[in-house]
């Protein structure tokens, strides 16, 4: 299994923006895929973005479609959320996932990092 840890979370007024890193341990990163997912106060976790093990794909929930963009460095073992735009409705914990396989519910039940909080004032 990996071990993540994410950083970049803090708090920004609306139409702001943040970017979110999740470092990996181990040496097989790039046999990973990678996800982010959040998770607001009194509502279940959802999908944020994904990425495929060499970067070529991505795939987006519609809610963050042409604000965020999600990137990642094989050679860092280092995956990124650059959150643009951001609403009040984005405010939650946003947690970066990894799993060998690209699917969202692989991501779901892969290895997780502790979160970062990201709150967004109007």
């Known amino acids: 299994q990996v071990q993540l840890i994410e950083s970049g979370g803090g708090s920004v007024q609306a139409g702001g923006s943040l970017r979110l890193s999740c470092t990996a341990s181990?040496?097989?990163?790039?046999?990973?895929?990678m996800g982010w997912f959040r998770q607001a106060p009194g509502k279940e976790r959802e999908f944020v973005a994904r990425i495929s093990w060499s970067g070529d794909s991505t795939n987006y929930a519609d809610s963050v479609k042409n604000r965020f963009t999600i990137s990642r460095d094989n050679a860092k073992n280092t995956v990124i959320l650059q959150m643009n735009n951001l609403k009040p409705e984005d405010t939650a914990v946003y947690y970066c996932?990894?799993?060998?396989?690209?699917?969202?519910?692989?991501?779901?039940?892969?290895?997780w990092g502790q979160g970062t909080q990201v709150t967004v004032s109007s």
């Open positions: 181990g040496r097989t990163f790039s046999s990973y895929a």
């Open positions: 996932a990894a799993d060998r396989s690209y699917t969202v519910v692989a991501l779901l039940r892969g290895s």
